[in-house]
């Protein structure tokens, strides 16, 4: 039985760890943990914000998952949605798709689908 998700792996060119850094770490406010020694050779990094793990792996040839995404949930979405248009991504809101939450969708730097949600109060 399957009871709960360990991490998301969304992937990214060779050699990009430190632009990864940027849009992940900086950005969203994600902190960087290590990766077992075993994996490190492989390249990429892995984040963690919460109970929310994402795992960068590289990919080769590298193809952006422009549909398939993770969605993170977060505190402060408008907050965050201005830190990402600030920093020139555009972000789609979705509002009212779903009963209950808020939500929108933008693009890492390497051009993966991110979706981001708050859940509000019905009625």
Not at 111 to 117: D, L, P
Request: proline fraction near 3%; hydrophobic fraction near 40%; aromatic fraction near 8%.
């Amino acid at each position: 039985m399957i009871t709960g998700i360990d991490h998301v792996q969304i992937a990214i060119p060779r050699g990009q760890e430190e632009l990864a850094r940027t849009f992940y770490g900086d950005l969203l406010g994600m902190s960087e943990i290590a990766k077992p020694a075993a994996l490190r050779r492989r390249g990429g990094c892995w984040f963690r914000s919460g109970a929310a793990f994402l795992h960068l792996g590289v990919e080769e040839p590298f193809t952006a998952a422009a549909k398939a995404h993770p969605a993170f949930l977060v505190d402060d979405l408008d907050g965050l949605q201005s830190r990402l248009v600030e920093a020139g991504h555009e972000c789609v809101r979705s509002d009212g798709e779903i009963e209950g939450v808020l939500r929108f969708h933008t693009y890492d730097v390497f051009g993966n689908r991110v979706e981001f949600q708050q859940l509000c109060e019905l009625g």
